[in-house]
């Protein structure tokens, strides 16, 4: 149980272009999904917060209406990356809280993440 | 996001040695301290999570917390060669109960 997908896995697009990531909780319900981004040899960094049938919550520094989220249903959240520009090029990683009661307290599992490059 | 800070590494170890990684937070607040391993170019995965103060042991994983010294460890025993990969701690912000900070990770390299 507690798995979460990442869609696409690897891609590569033009500088001005947008570019969409899917987030899938695949057997649990999500209220709340994270945006992570990782530079190399870096560590996650949080984007935003992402909290089922309302606006998303955006850390200090990250531009919102560059980096829209989605989050329409329990099991679905989406980045969209807009104008991309190489700067954007990194791995975005997605997790998504379940409540599973096994004694993990509403834990993050985490998805496979997205390489982007921008060209 | 409250620091969090871990050695970077990368730390070397022989086949069946125990490694030893460290962390240490600055909101005294926080409850919840995870260990995640990560493999290059893969997504972290839990590997330990710890709320009270001592020891807690899974398989050859130990992770330690003091909260007094706002410190948490994790002891790899008898590493192996597929332990080679960057740990992560994350701490559980004390006024949010949802979001994680990050340390940058540490990188064990388990020599065979």
């Known amino acids: 149980g507690a798995v979460v997908s990442q869609h696409p896995s690897r891609v590569i697009c033009k500088s001005g272009t947008s570019v969409k990531i899917e987030c899938r909780s695949l057997?649990?319900?999500?209220?709340?999904m994270f945006w992570y981004r990782q530079f190399p040899k870096q560590s996650l960094m949080l984007m935003a917060t992402?909290?089922?049938?309302?606006?998303?919550?955006?850390e200090q520094g990250v531009e919102k209406d560059k980096f829209l989220i989605n989050h329409a249903s329990l099991t679905l959240s989406t980045l969209t990356v807009t104008s991309a520009h190489p700067e954007d090029s990194s791995f975005y990683i997605c997790?998504?809280?379940?409540?599973?009661?096994?004694?993990?307290?509403?834990?993050?599992?985490f998805g496979p993440g997205t390489r982007l490059t921008v060209l | 996001q409250k620091e969090v800070e871990q050695n970077s590494g990368p730390l070397s170890v022989p086949e069946g040695a125990i490694a030893s990684l460290n962390c240490t937070y600055s909101?005294?607040?926080?409850?919840?301290f995870f260990w995640y391993r990560q493999y290059s170019g893969k997504s972290p995965e839990l590997i330990m999570f710890?709320?009270?103060?001592g020891d807690k042991e899974d398989g050859r994983f130990t992770a330690q917390l003091n909260k007094a010294s706002q410190y948490v460890s994790l002891l790899i025993r008898d590493s192996q060669p597929s332990d080679s990969a960057t740990y992560l701690c994350?701490?559980?912000?004390?006024?949010?109960?949802?979001?994680?900070?990050f340390g940058a990770g540490t990188t064990v390299t388990v020599r065979a």
């Open positions: 992402s909290n089922e049938g309302s606006k998303a919550t955006y």
């Open positions: 710890i709320y009270s103060n």
């Open positions: 057997d649990f319900q999500a209220t709340t």
């Open positions: 997790s998504a809280r379940a409540n599973l009661g096994r004694g993990l307290r509403n834990e993050q599992f």
């Open positions: 909101d005294r607040g926080s409850q919840s």
């Open positions: 994350a701490v559980k912000e004390g006024s949010n109960d949802y979001k994680l900070s």
